[in-house]
């Protein structure tokens, strides 16, 4: 199994992301990249961090019209990138459009197709925040529905909180790839994630990938804070 820790570059430069990547690279599965980073450095930030031999997950939740996701997604699969986000309440058509130019692209390309994932509930969203918006405020049955709508859909994983991956785990194919953000190491703050689990108690769930931000970034020693979460983890999934 590969390492599952996949940190969240959320800073403001391609000088400290690359600088994170560099130091963190050996002890880590891959980086994310999110929209304050890709709008400041763009996608020349990606082709560097792709020179290094590290993974990137493009977190972009496209949401738009599917010919405009599909193009979208055809562009990151250019990028080579092994992860990339849309949003499941873009409903059935746009998430059909955005797997297929994944597949489509990376065939034509002689790449291999990133994980195209669904994000179904944002980790800062609670029940009330989600009824304020006119959506079920059950959290777990919303996950649920938006799950089901990606696997007809034909997506291959999902974004979701550790919270949810045991349920989604009970009603899901077993080939899903579940990607959790909101995860946070013992006694570590949550900031502004409300569903949140220890990286050991997400991949007990059920997660596939952990996404790790703050807890190693912002740490005065990042590698060290990601060494010492790759030794909390099971010895299978330290590789």
């Known amino acids: 199994m590969r390492n599952p820790i996949l940190v969240a570059l959320d800073v403001p430069t391609a000088e ?3 600088s994170l ?9 891959g980086f994310k990249v999110g929209s304050e980073l890709f709008t400041a450095a763009g996608p ?3 082709r560097s961090i792709r020179a290094t031999g590290a993974s990137v997950f493009l977190d972009l939740k496209f949401h738009d019209i599917p010919h405009t996701v599909s193009r979208a997604v055809a562009a990151a699969v250019r990028l080579d990138v092994q992860m990339l986000t849309v949003h ?3 409903g059935l ?12 692209t990376a065939s034509q390309t002689g790449r291999t197709a990133p994980l195209v994932l669904g994000v179904t509930v944002l980790t800062s969203l609670d029940g009330a925040a989600l009824a304020e918006v006119g959506c079920d405020d059950h959290v777990g049955r919303q996950v649920e529905r938006l799950a089901s709508l990606a ?5 291959r994983g999902l974004v979701c909180s550790p919270l949810e991956v045991a349920g989604l785990r009970q009603v899901l194919p077993t080939r899903m790839q579940l990607v959790t953000p909101g995860i946070r190491p013992e006694g570590s703050d949550p900031g502004d994630q409300r569903r949140t689990l220890t990286p050991a108690e ?3 769930a059920g997660a596939d990938w952990l996404v790790i931000g703050r807890p190693i970034t912002a740490s005065p020693n990042p590698r060290e804070a990601a060494e010492k979460i790759l030794a909390s983890l099971p010895k299978d999934r330290r590789s």
């Open 88 to 90: 499941t309440s873009g």
């Open 93 to 104: 058509a746009m998430l059909q459009a955005a797997e297929q130019s994944a597949q489509h």
């Open 21 to 29: 990547v560099r130091e963190l690279a050996p002890v880590v599965g």
């Open 44 to 46: 020349d930030l990606v």
């Open 151 to 155: 696997v007809r859909a034909g997506l």
């Open 16 to 18: 400290q992301a690359l």
């Open 202 to 204: 997400a991949l007990e």
